[in-house]
């Protein structure tokens, strides 16, 4: 039921990372993770993964798990939105170095997500998941929860705006 490599292609670090770590699921607790830092998907065990070669992650996650408190009533859809392609401005279509040779850069934007905004990207990808529902925050700053048919998971809210110049003026 669970595509695993769906998920690590989806949900762990790129190779490009230089958080090694990151790059393949790793077992936690009986589990099995998927992670790029700003989001973390938790599956079933599976035993072709071992434990994560760096305990940064470790507490972190036993820390997100350990507090969550759910109420079945509160779980919704996760909001979502397209993610348009912006023309890259240095190669005007044909592709360089600093577009990756797409030629287009994605324009990432913030969802509106409870008292939180979350990237379009994260959203779309975890709206992606069989039956996916979370629970609206009320903090602009804490890991938001998320479910699904046969896992959950937390992601990253955006770090909230700060009007610096309102704030200088005060
Ligand atoms: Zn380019």
Do not use: W
Not at 54 to 82: C, G, H, M, Q
Not at 106 to 121: F, H, P, T, W, Y
Not at 134 to 162: A, C, Q, S, T, V
């Amino acid at each position: 039921m669970i595509d695993i490599e769906y998920l690590r292609k989806n949900f762990c670090a790129t190779p490009d990372d230089p958080r090694f770590y990151l790059h393949e699921p790793f077992n936690l607790d009986g589990h099995t993770i998927c992670t790029d830092g700003a989001v973390f998907v938790r599956v079933g065990l599976d035993v072709k993964f071992t434990a994560c070669a760096n305990e940064k992650p470790v507490p972190i996650i036993r820390r997100l798990y350990s507090a969550l408190v759910i109420d079945e009533s509160i779980f919704t859809a996760i909001p979502t939105l397209p993610i348009r392609h912006k023309i890259c401005k240095y190669c005007d279509r044909e592709g360089c170095e600093t577009c990756n040779n797409l030629g287009y850069f994605l324009d990432q934007r913030r969802v509106k997500c409870g008292a939180a905004e979350i990237s379009n990207e994260y959203a779309n990808k975890i709206a992606t998941l069989f039956k996916c529902q979370i629970i609206l925050p009320i903090e602009n700053d804490k890991p938001i929860y998320f479910r699904f048919d046969g896992g959950d998971g937390f992601l990253m809210p955006m770090i909230p705006f700060i009007d610096t110049f309102a704030n200088k003026r005060r």
